[in-house]
């Protein structure tokens, strides 16, 4: 299995930008589709950015797209969320998720990934 564990969240302003950090270890990381999820207080989590294994396909929630650039590195082990222009709603706790079903594809559903890490905070303050 896979530990993950997320980095770089805080306290902002509208418009300024943030860089998430999972760092992945305990298998191969390139056996995972890796997501990012969030949930912000009194909502249901929600699907923000998908890579799959090889990091040629990338996928985002409306929401995001255009603001957000997920990346990853086989090398380091790691996945990254570039989020660009932010703004009070995506305050959120956000995590990062490994799907180790998935061979070519990105799911988008919470309950199609396998490991999660603990979350950080993001929070927009306008």
């Known amino acids: 299995q896979v530990q993950l564990v997320e980095s770089g969240g805080g306290l902002v302003e509208v418009g300024d930008s943030l860089r998430l950090s999972c760092a992945a270890s305990?298998?191969?990381?390139?056996?995972?589709?890796m997501g990012w999820f969030r949930q912000a207080p009194g909502k249901e989590r929600e699907f923000v950015a998908g890579i799959n294994r090889s990091g040629y396909s990338v996928t985002y929630a409306d929401s995001v797209k255009g603001r957000f650039t997920i990346s990853r590195d086989n090398a380091k082990n790691t996945v990254i969320l570039q989020m660009n222009s932010l703004k009070p709603e995506d305050t959120a706790v956000y995590s990062c998720a490994a799907d180790r079903t998935t061979l070519w594809s990105i799911r988008r559903r919470s309950n199609d990934y396998d490991y999660w890490g603990q979350g950080t905070q993001v929070t927009v303050s306008s």
């Open positions: 305990g298998d191969t990381f390139n056996n995972y589709a």
